[in-house]
Structure formats: C-alpha cells, structure tokens
C-alpha cells in the first residue's frame, strides 16, 4: 500500500473527536511524508535526498511528540484506554531513533555517546544506530500502522481481553491479532471498508 495525502488524511480521522486537535498535526505529518518519500531519477537523485535529510530529522522530531501525547492521553482517555499495548509498541519503535537524534543516545543509556550518521541507501534516508540503519520511512509506517489499526475491533474474540497487538495490515488491509492475555490469534476484520 502506497501511502498518499488522501490515505494519511483519511487515517487521520480515525482518532476521532478525543484527540481532534493532533488530527491536523497528523495531516501535515502526512504532507510532508508523502513529499519525503518521493521516488527521484537517478541522475538528480542524491542531491535531493541530501536536501530532505534535515527535513526527515525535523519529521521524526515533531512525529514522536504527537506519539508521545497520543500515549500520554490513552492512560485517561475512554477509547485509547483499550488500545494501550499498541500504543506502547509505536512509541518504543519511535524511541528507537528519536532518543538518538534528540539526545544523541543509546536508547535506555543516559549519559552514553552516540553520533547517529545520516544515510541514504537506494531512495530512502535513515540514520546508523549501533550497526543498524533506521529509517524514516519505516517510522511513517508504524504511525500509519497504527491510525489504520483504530478501524479494528481489538477486543480478543476468546477472552475478552483489549490487552492485544495488532500486526502486519498495512500491506493487505488484513492481518492478525494476538491476544496478550491469552495468547490466541485472529484474523482481524475492519469495521468499516471506506476505500
Ligand atoms: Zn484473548
């Protein structure tokens, strides 16, 4: 699935009238995203990607603070309460690279030395963290992950339970749940098929 202005604003609306105020946030997120993400030819390809490195920096910055205050709001608020174990996951995966580029640290070492060096391989920019490249794009697909996820009905059809995580419906619209509490999985349907 390829992500556009239209799909971004679309996923967007998923966070509904509790945390309304970051939905144009997330729109402009996914402005820029779609510019970042843009395929280049060849010839012209490595001077534009120079260019777009701090705007990348910049967007992994002001995207961990909306993840941030969506898992800071889902400890109190009703809806997000029950979407708490995916929520916990995007921001860990977020943590990942932005505690280097804010802090230039080691993810969980305070007072550790790090210099994340930028890094472009094929079209897409990242970032080196230990022996590891993390990039961008791989970011701006866990928060689109996890937008697309709030269509879904998380509560575990065996148990109950809303301790569940969600994976791999990015690329189909389909995909599974696994039920932390009991261990089950399910294929997950969509609420809803808006296109
Ligand atoms: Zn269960």
Redesign the pocket.
Known sequence: MSLNIKTWNRASNNLGKELEFLIPIIQGLGKLDVHLSKRYPQKEKLDKLKNNVFLSYLWILGAYEVVRTIHEKSKRKGLLVQRQASIQRLKKNFAKLRIPLAKMEYVGKEGSDLIPLPMIIDDVIGWKIKNEMITREEMSFCLFEFLLSLEIDNR??????YD?DIFGILEKREGYLR?L????RHNIPFKNTRK
Do not use: E, M, N, Y
């Open positions: 575990c059809p065996s148990c109950g339970s569940t039920c509490t009991c261990k089950d």
